[in-house]
T-cell receptor, first 109, second 114 residues
């Protein structure tokens, strides 16, 4: 069962540009999390946003949550080549964390 | 980085053989998880543990068993491996349950079943 789905599946931008990734989900949630995965590595937690929060920032990352539309977005500002990775949203569903299929971000120098 | 070690990192084996993957943590976290990652499916939960000898099934548990005899170790066993179990397996840990808590991941085990 797929709870979260990211859009787009792949995104290619130039260094310095902003990158926006979206996540849609199907059922009500307690929180939504974003993770990053570099090639050949495990996932790294970026941000957790609770269902009663609308926006959260961490450095160059900005996450928004719209529970009425069952969607979230991750914005990376002033992207760097080191931001090249896959990004996943994850939502809780019946006490378990369900991951989307991810967005592959490529940042070209 | 959270202290999570997965072993082996790579394994190639034949259909029908038993396989055990190990996850070792040094964080003393209560919760441990096993996921598999496949193209087109993202990460899917296989089993998880909420304490020593306390485990429960995830989304794709058929063909897998787990054991946790110590806080620091969580074993995933494929009793009789099949080609459909070729995947990258990730262990994760969290201090409290999956709700409202980030999970910390190991670097994965790449398993190929021929």
């Amino acid at each position: 069962s797929q709870q979260g789905e990211e859009d787009p599946q792949a995104l290619s931008i130039q260094e310095g540009e902003n990158a926006t990734m979206n996540c849609s989900y199907k059922t009500s949630i307690n929180n939504l999390q974003w993770y990053r995965q570099n090639s050949g590595r495990g996932l790294v937690h970026l941000i957790l946003i609770r269902s009663n929060e609308r926006e959260k920032h961490s450095g160059r990352l900005r996450v928004t949550l719209d529970t009425s539309k069952k969607s979230s977005s991750l914005l990376i500002t002033a992207s760097r080549a080191a931001d090249t990775a896959s990004y996943f949203c994850a939502t809780d569903n019946r006490g378990k964390l369900i991951f989307g299929q991810g967005t592959e971000l490529s940042v070209k120098p | 980085d959270a202290g999570i070690t997965q072993s082996p990192r790579h394994k190639v084996t034949e259909t029908g053989t038993p396989v055990t993957l190990r996850c070792h943590q040094t964080e003393n976290h209560r919760y441990m998880y096993w996921y598999r990652q496949d193209p087109g499916h993202g990460l899917r939960l296989i089993h998880y543990s909420y304490g020593v000898k306390d485990t429960d099934k995830g989304e794709v548990s058929d063909g897998y068993s787990v054991s946790r005899s110590k806080t620091e170790d969580f074993l995933l066993t494929l009793e009789s491996a099949t080609s459909s179990q070729t995947s990258v397996y990730f262990c994760a840990i969290s201090d409290r349950g999956p709700l409202n808590q980030p999970q910390h991941f190991g670097d994965g085990t790449r398993l190929s079943i021929l």
